[in-house]
T-cell receptor
Framework: SQQGEEDPQALSIQEGENATMNCSYKTSINNLQWYRQNSGRGLVHLILIRSNEREKHSGRLRVTLDTSKKSSSLLITASRAADTASYFCATESQGAQKLVFGQGTRLTINP | GAVVSQHPSRVICKSGTSVKIECRSLDFQATTMFWYRQFPKQSLMLMATSNEGSKATYEQGVEKDKFLINHASLTLSTLTVTSAHPEDSSFYIC???????????FGPGTRLTVL
């Protein structure tokens, strides 16, 4: 069953603006990961944040994790048209190797 | 580094036939591989987890006799959809993981269409 809930389901913004996507989950986790998927393609790993971390940066990406609220957010700053894609969070629970994916956010960056 | 390939990228077959999809880790040894399916505009659903040299672990609701998974080497896993039907049409994606690593690397996916 899907553990992650993501919001919004769809987000459309202008190029240059920041995009924020949120993810909530239900069980204790080892880590939470964010992936990007362009239409009809495979997934690209963006960033992993461990349960003992609160914030992580990678280029224009900033991820936060609040384990007390069982939630995470992905911020993309200074968005570009090439950022248009679906973004998924995925959690790895304690004691399990597998990832459970959220429903995803479809992000559209308008030029 | 960390490239995973899938073959074929697209396949169209007739109802009742079997289709094999290959997943390869090109530059690392994948002790664990995962198979997912994804319906249009939906998320990825894990079908099974396979560890090299042992039987796959299937998720609840996934028929192991219909979706045969083989992970015979550290760089190759195969998914065979047996007696495919139109409802099996989907996007199948594999991922691979090294021993002790946190990250799964995903293949580009295989679009299966069953007529």
């Amino acid at each position: 069953s899907q553990q992650g809930e993501e919001d919004p389901q769809a987000l459309s913004i202008q190029e240059g603006e920041n995009a924020t996507m949120n993810c909530s989950y239900k069980t204790s986790i080892n880590n939470l990961q964010w992936y990007r998927q362009n239409s009809g393609r495979g997934l690209v790993h963006l960033i992993l944040i461990r349960s003992n971390e609160r914030e992580k940066h990678s280029g224009r990406l900033r991820v936060t994790l609040d384990t007390s609220k069982k939630s995470s957010s992905l911020l993309i700053t200074a968005s570009r048209a090439a950022d248009t894609a679906s973004y998924f969070c995925a959690t790895e629970s304690q004691g399990a190797q597998k990832l459970v994916f959220g429903q995803g956010t479809r992000l559209t960056i308008n030029p | 580094g960390a490239v995973v390939s899938q073959h074929p990228s697209r396949v169209i077959c007739k109802s009742g036939t079997s289709v094999k999809i290959e997943c390869r880790s090109l530059d690392f040894q994948a002790t664990t591989m995962f198979w997912y399916r994804q319906f249009p505009k939906q998320s990825l659903m894990l079908m099974a987890t396979s560890n090299e040299g042992s039987k796959a672990t299937y998720e609840q609701g996934v028929e192991k006799d219909k979706f045969l998974i083989n992970h015979a080497s550290l760089t190759l896993s195969t998914l065979t959809v047996t007696s495919a039907h139109p409802e099996d049409s989907s996007f199948y994606i594999c991922s691979a993981r090294e021993a002790g690593a946190d990250t799964q690397y995903f293949g580009p996916g295989t679009r299966l269409t069953v007529l």
